[in-house]
């Protein structure tokens, strides 16, 4: 059973082996392996490989900055961005969906991916864990398709570790004051949580030097409209 289907059937993992082809720790610049290990050719013999990893692009920024309503337009506007679901032991907000926004497992399906290796980053953020399923990025990348991750500062840095030609996006709110407005003001979390994001939330803008480029998110549409010019989608 492939890794998303046991996410979508809510198991979250079993004993199957991690099958991406890549170690723990070891950077991908160049062939991007497949399942069995050997590179996978360039869809139509012309494209470096190297270049098919420079289609994943990382989305990060504070909690609360708007990435997943960035996210999520790109999903209606643009369905030939492939967006990675992301593993969260997170309870589901009122109107997500398993595999939709999630996969939402418990503590110990967390615990199986991580140890199968079937994660391609993972970080515990305000109290819960997330990760990114590995094999359906790689498999996408494989296939030359641009791929898209919202994760955190923690999950951007093990992703610039191991896939170095990623092309790391920032996403900074007009400014503080703001981001605090839209944090406390969407209602999704309780106060002491609210507390916790903002502390991460300060970490995070002191890492912006780290990342490529830094979108700010005045207007969802500009951003959209930046990201896709800098993931060369049309
Ligand atoms: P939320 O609970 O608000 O949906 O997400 C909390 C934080 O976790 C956000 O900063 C989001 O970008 C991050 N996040 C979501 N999915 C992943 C993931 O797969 N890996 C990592 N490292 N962070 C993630």
Not at 26 to 47: F, K, Q, R
Not at 216 to 234: F, K, P, Y
Request: with cysteine; net charge negative.
């Amino acid at each position: 059973m492939e890794t998303a289907d046991k996410l979508a059937d809510g198991r979250g993992g079993s004993a199957v082996a991690a099958r991406s082809g890549i170690p723990e720790g070891m950077p991908v610049t160049g062939p991007i392996p497949s399942s069995s290990g050997a590179p996978i050719p360039a869809p139509d013999g012309s494209e470096p490989h190297d270049q098919l990893v420079r289609r994943l692009t990382v989305l990060s920024g504070p909690s609360g900055v708007g990435k997943s309503t960035v996210v999520a337009e790109i999903r209606r506007a643009h369905p030939s961005v492939w967006l990675s679901v992301s593993v969260t032991t997170r309870p589901p907000r009122p109107g997500e969906v398993h595999g939709l926004q999630y996969f939402f497992v418990d503590d110990a399906g967390f615990d199986r991916l991580v140890a199968e290796g079937e994660l391609l980053e993972w970080a515990e953020f305000a109290g819960n864990r997330y990760g990114t399923p590995r094999e359906a990025v790689i498999e996408r990348l494989g296939r030359g398709e641009a791929v898209l991750l919202e994760i955190d500062l923690q999950g951007a840095r093990q992703v610039r570790q191991t896939m170095p030609d990623a092309q790391l996006v920032f996403l900074a709110p007009p400014s503080w004051e703001e981001l605090v407005r839209r944090l406390v003001g969407r209602g999704t979390e309780p106060p002491d949580v609210i507390e916790r994001r903002l502390e991460a939330a300060r970490v995070e803008l002191a890492a912006e030097q780290e990342f490529d480029t830094t979108l700010i998110n005045t207007s969802v549409q500009d951003v959209c409209r930046e990201l896709l010019t800098l993931m060369s989608v049309q």
